[in-house]
Structure formats: structure tokens, C-alpha cells
């Protein structure tokens, strides 16, 4: 990476060179008043939304469009209840949901909202069983389906996974994205930051209730502390007169520091029972008193994983669709990181077209 800030060693520099190195920089920064000005008007959301839904804290979003809806099966996006769901409508040119709006699907997005501390005790059963439920019924009743297909995001898809063998009745097509499912592997850092040796999750909600939104994102960004706490400001300096390059990393950052809670009883149990024992690959996870079977997913089932996956390594993924009982399945591992697969360029060019080719061959 080439950085032209100031050197800062006169021995191995002339003056004319130290000079020259100044006048460099000064004119960078001349560009700062501009840059931060793109900061001001920059949106997030690029596609239009109602929502059509509301239960507690969640809101369900239905994508506003004057395309002509061609499939007869609605699509509905489930992400992670860290952060904000818009990560998957971040800008026009990075949007997941709109490569499935401009093919004609009818598609919803959840979001979940931001808990409270009277929200403490809500766990899996109510967030999948009760929540889940409730949002794909209301999408099921407003497009008279039977089945909806369901894309599910990190947590967001292991939740979809869990919900897909509890309620096979529901899910036409399921799409899990960079979803966690086989938590067996214990080599990669968040695991080991997260063994039942070293982390007492039960004592941990105990003190703060809920999982405070600055522990998640200090966690997140000490996964990669160079990248995300120096790298990217070098890349920020070097590109203070892109201003397509700072509509997107203010999009981004705007989305990166837009953290929120999770509930203390859901995040204890999915890191007790799922990140800790790895109950649900092996059929051993129990939600409201009953089995996750992953067999009874019959299903079409597409997997996506992303081969620079800090956050999901890919053999956290791919054992999916093994344990799986449909006969129709698919895995992609496509070259990007955990959010590369939602916003980078190469993904929306040429992995979500084929997705929306995918999933319109099984929604009529």
C-alpha cells in the first residue's frame, strides 16, 4: 500500500524532497471540507420501502416498486440481530434486495428493531417461534402463499435454517448467506475469544442484561484491527478526491457504527448452545420444547459463503447442506469477505444476478 503522508526521518529525506512531500499533503487535506460535506448528505437505503407490519420492536418492510411483479412466490430477507438489516439496500449499485425487486420478485425485508432492557429476557423460542413466525405468516396472508422463499443473513440465516426445519410447511426456497450452522471448528479467533473456557456468557447477561452494542463492534473490529481501524483510513486519505469512493465508505461506516443490543437471553443461548456446544448441526438443539431437525428441510437450499470470511469462515457453512434432506442444493463460495458478499462490486455484478436466476427457476 503506497501512503504519501510527510516522512518524517530529514536523514533520509533532502529538503526539496520533505518540501515537496508537504506541499503533497496540504493539498490532500484541501480536499477534507468537501469530503466531509459528501459525510452530510450521504443516504443509506437506496430502494423504497412501507412498512406493512409491526409486533413489538420489528417493522416488516415491503420494497416499493413500479417493476412488474413476474413470480408468484414473495421472498423474504432475514439478517442478523446485530446491526441494521439495510446493509442488504446499502446504496444503488450495492443492494442485494434490489437485483431481486428489478426481477420481479416480491420482497420483504425484517427488521428487527433495537431491544430495550425490558427486552432482556426474550430468547430463541420468541424470536424464531413467536417473531419469525409471526412476519412470515403476515407475508404469506398479504400474497395469498402457502410457502415464501426466506434469504437469511449471518445469524440472520442460522435463524432461517432453524426456522426452515420447524416449519417446512412455510419455506418454498431457502437462501442462507454466510450463515453459521457447525460451530465445530475452533481454530478461527472468534471461536477462541468465544470457548466456554474463557467466556462466561451466563455472568456476562447477568451484569449488562442485554449484549451491549460497543462489546459486539470493539469484538468485531479487534477480528482485523488493522484493516478496520488503520487501513481503511490510509484508503480514506488516498481517495479524499473520489467522491463516488466517499459516498461509499460513508454508506459503510455509517452502517458499521449503526450498532445496536441483542437481547440478553437470545444472545446467551445462541452462543451457549450454538457457538459453545454446537447443538445444532447435530440435531441436538431444542426450540419451545422441540428437536431442530435440519433433515426436514426438503427444501431447494442455496449456500452461499464467502472465501475471505473472517466473521464465517466457509467450514462454518458448508457442512449445511450435507445435513439438509432436500435433494435440490446448492453451495457457492465466492470470492469476497462477510460483507463483500452484500456490498462489493464483484459480488452484485456477477454472484446475485445468478441468485435471482436461481431462485426464479423455483418461485412459480
Known sequence: ?????????????TPEQMQEQWMGFARKMAHLPKALEVARRVRVGATPSDAVFR??????????????Q????????????????????????????????NRGFDTYNLDWGVPTDGDRFLNMEDYIERY??????????????????????CMGGSMSAMYAAL????????????????????????????????????KLMQVYGNAPAELL????????????????YFTFYEN?????????????????????????????????????????????????????????????????????DHLVPPELSLPFNDAVGSTDRK???????????AVGTKANRELWPSVCDWLAERSN
Open 1 to 13: 500500500m503506497s501512503v504519501t503522508f510527510p516522512q518524517f526521518m530529514p536523514w533520509m529525506t
Open 55 to 68: 409486533m413489538d420492536k420489528l417493522r416488516l418492510l415491503r420494497y416499493v416498486t413500479d417493476v412488474e
Open 70 to 101: 413476474l413470480h408468484s412466490t414473495p421472498l423474504l430477507v432475514v439478517f442478523a440481530l446485530v446491526n441494521r438489516p439495510y446493509i442488504l439496500d446499502l446504496r444503488p449499485g450495492k443492494s442485494v434486495v434490489s437485483h431481486f425487486v
Open 132 to 153: 419469525l413466525d409471526a412476519v412470515v405468516d403476515q407475508v404469506r396472508s398479504r400474497t395469498d402463499c402457502d410457502k415464501i422463499s426466506v434469504l437469511g443473513y
Open 167 to 202: 416449519h417446512p410447511e412455510k419455506v418454498k426456497n431457502l437462501i442462507l448467506m454466510a450463515a453459521p450452522v457447525d460451530w465445530s471448528n475452533r481454530e478461527y479467533l472468534l471461536a477462541k475469544w468465544t470457548d466456554a473456557s474463557v467466556f462466561d456468557v451466563d
Open 217 to 232: 463492534q470493539g469484538s468485531f473490529q479487534l477480528l482485523k484491527p488493522v484493516s478496520t481501524m488503520v487501513e481503511k
Open 240 to 308: 479524499l478526491e473520489d467522491e463516488k469512493f466517499l459516498e461509499d465508505f460513508f454508506a459503510m461506516e455509517t452502517w458499521l457504527n449503526d450498532n445496536i443490543p441483542v437481547a440478553g437471553e437470545m444472545f446467551r443461548q445462541f452462543v451457549k448452545y450454538c457457538m459453545q456446544q454446537n447443538l445444532l448441526i447435530q440435531g441436538k438443539l431444542r426450540i419451545g420444547g422441540r428437536i431442530v431437525d435440519l433433515r426436514k428441510i426438503v427444501c431447494p437450499v442455496l449456500n452461499l459463503t464467502a472465501t475471505q
Open 331 to 341: 453451495g457457492v463460495n465466492f470470492p469476497a469477505g462477510h460483507i463483500g458478499l
